[in-house]
């Protein structure tokens, strides 16, 4: 196990690093950048591949020690491309100069960083989700932590397989992977201790702790619902409590409905983030059975009041796309889906936004959608609560392809151009799953063909056009 000692003079500056490697034959840091540096604050990883991060007064950090997974925060390689995994000497973390950093935290294989203001930023390996994001890639560069974005935290801590995080109005959040299934993949608030004004906490290998001021004498903030976007999100800490649901779905669907009926064309849309969070909110409400067929009933109408057009269905549709945790958003992705095969959208407004001559992006959006719909992994792809949406999304993009090569509503160049560019979608997809050896082949290739066959028919009788 890799061990640090750090030998400070009396005015606080590092003069000596000492780094136990594994094969216990010290490597000796002596750095005159630190002779001129105050250090004020020193985080040391553990385990095999330990590092080390080092806060200075004029708010610089620099890392040293093992770089595996990115953990430094710098993305190094060496002359012949190959990612340096040992660095010997400080290097400073130039992503984080702007940042104001003020506090570190490290864990065996990811980083974190606090700064003035209250923002976390983490990098490294994504392993249990332990950084905090809602993937488990590796992060080689500081990346801020979306779900605490509008918490002012003051706090981390860094456990083997899960993170705490204290805000400055005492609220405890968790994330990870935690045995009682008590953590999310990203930071939640943990209500457990809700009565309770948390000052600290730490994160160990089996148990967690916390500590703070007990509060017998919480008001009740009265609540006024106001038919402006802040209400929204007022409903949603409302919703977190778990102690309220359903009376505060009640009030969604109300609020909802009366957002939906507002006749002033410029009312103000709400943030994004904050609808994302209402989805997977309402779908967690769902699968842990908590009030689920009002939470159904909820997040049918938050749908249909918020994803207007044809851009918001397909954005959301590709940005549950990437999610580990698919399975969860399948009735989004069904609703959504249905909404886009039904007659809300005229085939004008679809064309605008697919063709290519008319809106690059969109057929970008369509190959996002294209590739993840045959790379779905085996352990669920074929599962029967995946199986409606599979069937939605391939009816939606031959829907779409239908739109694109009619020649009624374009030149015949123009639906040629069309036709070239989904082939340049289709055909890698086809080339892929061909390569794939698994017992699924068959039913990936019965629904690419068809999608090919009748792309190759109308280029066919575009180009006797």
């Known amino acids: 196990m890799a061990m640090g000692l750090f030998i400070a003079s009396p005015r606080g500056f590092v003069i000596y690093m000492l780094l136990l490697i594994t094969n216990f034959d010290p490597l000796m840091v002596i ?29 610089y950090i620099y890392g040293f020690g093992s770089n595996l997974n990115g953990k430094l925060g710098v993305p190094l390689v060496s002359v012949s491309g190959t990612p340096i995994q040992m660095v010997k000497t400080p290097i400073l ?203 159904i009933r909820s997040l049918k109408l938050f749908l249909g009041t918020f994803l207007l057009t044809l851009e918001d269905n397909i954005n959301l549709l590709n940005q549950l796309l990437i999610k580990d945790d ?28 697919f063709e290519p001559a008319q809106n690059p992006s969109g057929l970008q959006e369509l190959e996002k959608l294209s590739r993840k719909m045959f790379s779905w992994k085996l352990s669920w792809a074929s599962s029967e609560e995946m199986s409606t949406t599979r069937e939605y999304l391939i009816s939606f993009i031959s829907g779409v392809q239908q739109v694109l090569f009619d020649s009624s509503t374009s030149n015949v160049s123009s639906n040629a151009e069309n036709i070239f560019e ?11 799953s061909f390569n794939l050896a698994n017992p699924h082949l068959d039913e990936m290739v019965f629904s690419l063909m068809p999608l090919l066959l009748k792309t190759m028919g109308h280029l066919i009788k575009a180009e006797h056009q």
């Open 31 to 59: 750095s005159h950048l630190f002779s001129e540096h105050k250090a004020v604050e020193v985080a040391l990883g553990s385990g095999d591949h330990a590092h080390a991060l080092v806060l200075t007064e004029f708010g």
């Open 326 to 353: 698919l399975a969860k958003y399948s009735l989004v992705m069904n609703n959504v889906l249905a909404t886009l095969l039904s007659k809300r959208f005229s085939q004008q407004e679809i064309r605008s936004y």
């Open 93 to 295: 973390v130039s992503t984080l100069v702007s940042v104001h950093p003020k506090h570190l935290y490290v864990g065996a294989e990811c980083s974190f960083v606090l700064t003035q203001c209250g923002q976390a930023y983490s990098w490294g390996s994504g392993l249990n989700y332990l950084h905090g994001h809602s993937h488990q890639d590796t992060l080689t560069v500081p990346t801020l932590i979306a779900d605490l974005k509008h918490k002012k935290v003051k706090q981390i801590s860094v456990g083997e397989s899960q993170c705490l995080a204290v805000t400055e109005d005492g609220h405890l959040y968790t994330w990870g992977q935690c045995s009682d299934s008590s953590c999310d993949v990203t930071p939640s608030r943990f209500y457990s201790v809700s009565n309770m004004k948390v000052e600290q906490c730490i994160a160990g290998t089996t148990y967690n702790f916390a500590w703070g001021i007990q509060e017998d004498n919480v008001q009740d903030e009265s609540f006024v619902l106001e038919l402006k976007a802040q209400t929204f999100w007022n409903l949603y800490e409302l919703l977190n409590l778990r102690e309220f649901v359903g009376p505060a779905l009640s009030l969604l669907e109300l609020h909802c409905y009366l957002w939906y009926k507002r006749k002033n064309p410029s009312r103000q849309d709400i943030d994004k983030e904050l609808k994302f969070n209402y989805i997977s909110l309402l779908c967690t409400l769902i699968r842990q059975n908590v009030h689920s067929e009002q939470a």
């Open 422 to 432: 989904f082939l340049k979608i289709i055909v890698p997809q086809c080339v892929v």
